[in-house]
């Protein structure tokens, strides 16, 4: 029987490309998505649809309201998502999200019996956001073996961050290399109710530029043609 | 001007507690609780008396359906919630529960620039709970020191857990000094919705030893006089 792996998956390219990579690895694949009150709501759909596509064991939306406490452009619609590349922490950070989402990741692995989480997190290019560097994913890994029962019964928990340190050209060639459609993913901070992005936000444009890097034809539905 | 503080509070004897020593220690209090499919729904409605009882600056509820992973006698109702004592890990365990909960109020946290975290979480009483253990919040810590823009930016974060060593007796003897009346909390992981506890459960069985053990009149309205 293979190893269950918990994998976080937004819908986006890089989820889907470490999905596709803990598949090729031989695990058996549960993934979760965040329903945390984000504005671009079609990613929600893209991730059911590439756990579909990829035949997942099993794909879980967790409800979270992270708009309640606020804090970051993508769940306060007062905030504008910056159009421009911004210096230090950008305003779409959300507070923490990571260690949530992660901790209730590492919950449902606890009930599955799952020893390994998977999560898309790159170093290179989101330097500003501090829940993204492997010091801090190394200390979570170290704080979930002393948290659940799984741990206290000798289960060492796992998290795996293989994007960490690949830009976003190498993320694209890796997932091209296992067959990954991108068409099918979502990057967009502000993509519309049908899943067309605006080619402005920042995940736009490091996605954009990622494609240029990997010298492919980008395949992503942008709005008006943009 | 005082130090903010987020603090954890369930509506219960142990949190309600802790929120008296936070404010007696002069700390600005932002209390923070979770409607997370729990069966024992009285206890938000404690955990809203008691923080304005109390005068908190903010009380905020986070909806989260923990529910959907599963797993424990809290969230499933087709798990019973036992009614003598049981050895090991209880089934009433919410997998990943203080990670989760302590996870959203360091967003929070971060939100309001407060450096501290307050929870009632006691290893004394509930030696079979992982995330109850001083190493594990003391993980938490070093793992939140790192995961946020405030502590990139210098700002220490501390978890203080100051019930960890106490007897339910000594907790209740603490609060009853710092004024706080028990009359209002509720404990019972399966409460009426006037809030009447059930005398039966581990939680309720606690808390009526820790006022035996205080030498205090047990103030808790329990379902028919029991």
Request: aromatic share 8%.
């Given at each position: ?119 898309g997190v790159n170093a290179v290019d989101y ?40 830009t976003k050209g190498q993320i694209i060639k ?30 736009c444009r490091l996605r954009i530029q990622g ?16």
């Amino acid at each position: 029987m293979s190893k269950k792996a918990v994998v976080l998956v937004s819908g986006g390219l890089d989820s889907t490309t470490v999905l596709a990579m803990a598949i090729s690895q031989g695990y058996d694949c549960y993934t979760l998505s965040f329903d945390y009150g984000q504005r671009h709501r079609s990613e929600l759909e893209a991730a059911s649809r590439v756990s579909q596509l990829m035949n997942v064991s099993q794909h879980k939306v967790v409800k979270l309201d992270l708009g309640t406490i606020g804090g970051s452009a993508l769940t306060d619609v007062s905030i504008d998502i910056p159009e421009h590349e911004t210096v230090g922490i950008p305003v779409t950070y959300v507070p923490a999200r990571n260690t949530v989402f992660l901790s209730i990741a590492l919950g449902w692995a606890e009930v599955l019996s799952a020893d390994t989480i998977f999560l898309g997190v790159n170093a290179v290019d989101y330097s500003g956001y501090p829940d993204c560097r492997p010091e801090y994913i190394a200390s979570f890994e170290a704080m979930g073996n002393l948290a659940t029962r799984a741990a206290v019964e000798g289960n060492r928990l796992s998290i795996k961050a293989p994007l960490i340190d690949l830009t976003k050209g190498q993320i694209i060639k890796e997932g091209l290399a296992l067959g990954v459609d991108y068409s099918d993913t979502v990057s967009c901070y502000q993509a519309s109710i049908q899943g067309l992005a605006c080619a402005k936000c920042d995940s736009c444009r490091l996605r954009i530029q990622g494609f240029i890097e990997a010298g492919i034809k980008d395949p992503t539905r942008y709005q008006n043609n943009a």
